[in-house]
């Protein structure tokens, strides 16, 4: 803060309004709580996206969601605190997932929308027998990162923190499984454990970021960062770094522009996400930085 | 007498109880350079991945280094080039680099620390220096291959598995290629098995022939497969006579 305030001497008047305005909204409790949990989880998101995006599982954020929305329903009618009743749920599910693509010989395509379809009928069913949708569960459909409590971002802290140190030590492994399964079994890599992690991981970053977006909104943020950084990403650390960038670029400027024009967060955030997937898409038309396409 | 590489005892595959391997027997041991061939749908591939630990076998036993599968062993001895088109994306946004680096993944996972000069030889040996920084999916089908076999041996492996590593190489490559693998198995002892359709041209470059067809059909030199009656039954002369011939 006393950093930005010397700047602020040294710029011309229109700036220093606008810096000003900047400098009040981050002394509000709940904007510092929402751009804290919020950054860690969008730079999760972005991480776990690329890889997921990588293996054909963009939708399993989308039938994840689903899956919540039917936990938070059963949470609500149990009346019990919807983020650990959804928290194990989502994980069976997940590994759900894992184990249709497995044994029933599907793709995961397929897998995914067998386990969404299951979780948003049992909260449509549920929501009907609590009598009908409150305005509780439509929080969680569309998500509040601006009514973040403190429990949920130390959660989010402890949480994103752990999840980013374990892509971190098993970056190696990851990206040998994610490029060439097979190869990475021959290198006696233990696939099968990775790949369940991995499910855990991603079921765990869904339930947090249903805060953040909303539940409708949950699969923009693992697959719209992966998206552009394709666009210009010159290898997978790179494609992983543009996309943590852009992630959290989105979050800041979405949180600060639902604030200031008085919109919804979570669609503010997904809608940053799209513009600049468009301005990467747009990069990538004019510079050709894929040279071979 | 040399070292045992792999050993396999009875073993049969099935998949959706359609028999892909039955009653497979052989010993490879260290120094062998075999051509492994076979008609579409003989489970040439099917058997590579079994001695890799893969596949699991239905019935009998496989074994490498002295090790069934899942705990095998010495995984940093091994050198794995799978057909490219089974895991292949060409929209994969990965650098040359990145890609050869993934041959060293068993060495690291061994505790051998590797300071980036294996990557260097590899990259220097197959002419791919100019194009380190690039995409794979920019590079050319015959690149891409290239890329793919450096992996395969920028750990320096006791044991090479190819599976069909020349399908997209150019003449000049495929022969610069086939001489450096004469090579590892002459001069560094190198175990290789070369899984090839070139059943004409595999007596140039293997000093051993694995004919395969759910099970061994025949499985040794190329002087006893040339002079087998059985063979020349089995195959017409005419086809012992092409396999035969550049040998």
Redesign the interface.
């Known amino acids: 803060m006393a950093l930005l305030r010397s700047i602020l001497s040294v710029i011309s008047t229109d700036a220093r309004g606008c810096l000003l305005d900047f400098i009040e909204f981050l002394d509000y409790g709940f904007i510092q709580r929402a751009l804290i949990a919020g950054s860690l989880i969008s730079v999760l998101c972005a991480v776990l996206g690329v890889i997921l995006v990588?293996r054909r599982l963009s939708m399993i954020g989308d039938g994840l969601s689903h899956v919540t929305f039917g936990a938070v329903a059963l949470a609500m009618a149990l009346n019990f605190y919807p983020l650990a009743v959804s928290l194990p749920i989502v994980v069976v599910s997940s590994f759900a997932i894992l184990k249709i693509m497995e044994k029933a010989r599907v793709f995961g395509d397929a897998a995914i929308a067998v386990v969404s379809s299951i979780g948003i009928a049992v909260g449509i069913l549920l929501a009907s027998i609590a009598g009908g949708f409150n305005v509780d569960l439509f929080s969680y459909l569309f998500g509040n990162i601006l009514s973040i409590s403190t429990l949920e971002v130390a959660a989010a802290v402890v949480i994103s923190l752990s999840v980013l140190a374990a892509i971190y030590f098993f970056f190696?492994?990851i990206?040998?499984i994610?490029?060439?399964?097979?190869?990475?079994?021959?290198?006696?890599?233990p696939v099968n454990r990775i790949n369940a992690v991995l499910m855990v991981l991603t079921a765990v970053t869904v339930v947090l970021t249903m805060k953040v977006v909303g539940i409708m909104l949950t699969s923009a943020l693992l697959v719209l960062p992966a998206v552009t950084?394709?666009q210009n990403?010159?290898?997978?650390?790179?494609?992983i770094i543009i996309a943590s960038i852009s992630s959290l670029l989105s979050l800041v400027a979405g949180v600060f522009i639902s604030f200031a024009l008085n919109l919804p967060a979570g669609a503010t955030i997904v809608m940053v996400n799209v513009f600049l997937l468009c301005g990467s898409f747009l990069f990538r038309y004019f510079f050709n930085t894929?040279?071979?396409? | 007498m040399p070292i045992s590489i792999v050993e396999a005892r009875d073993l049969s595959v099935e998949f959706d109880r359609r028999q892909v391997l039955s009653g497979v027997n052989f010993s490879i041991r260290q120094g062998d350079y075999i051509g492994l061939v076979g008609p579409n749908g003989s489970g040439k591939s099917t058997l590579i991945k079994c001695m890799l630990g893969l596949i699991k076998s239905s019935q009998g036993n496989i074994s490498l280094f002295d090790a069934a599968p899942p705990a095998m062993k010495y995984r940093e001895r091994i050198g794995y080039l799978p057909q490219r088109m089974e895991f292949f994306n060409p929209r994969f946004p990965t650098t040359v680099t990145e890609v050869i680096s993934q041959g060293m993944i068993a060495n690291r996972r061994s505790g051998n620390k590797s300071d980036g000069e294996e990557i260097e030889k590899v990259i220097e040996l197959f002419d791919l220096k100019g194009l380190r920084n690039r995409l794979i999916g920019e590079l050319s089908g015959g690149q891409q291959q290239r890329v793919f076999i450096a992996r395969a041996l920028v750990n320096a492996p006791d044991f090479l598995i190819l599976d069909e590593p020349t399908s997209a190489l150019d003449p000049e490559v495929r022969e610069s290629f086939f001489e450096l693998l004469h090579e590892l198995n002459e001069k560094k002892d190198v175990t290789i098995i070369l899984v090839t359709h070139d059943i004409g041209g595999v007596g140039q470059y293997a000093s051993k022939l694995m004919y395969l067809d759910k099970k061994v059909i025949f499985f040794g030199g190329f002087d006893e497969f040339c002079e087998s009656e059985n063979m020349a039954k089995f195959f017409g002369t005419a086809s012992q006579h092409i396999i035969c011939h550049k040998h």
């Open positions: 990588l190696d492994e990206f040998s994610t490029f060439d399964e097979d190869f990475a079994r021959a290198s006696g890599i950084a394709f990403a010159r290898g997978f650390r790179n494609a894929h040279a071979a396409e």
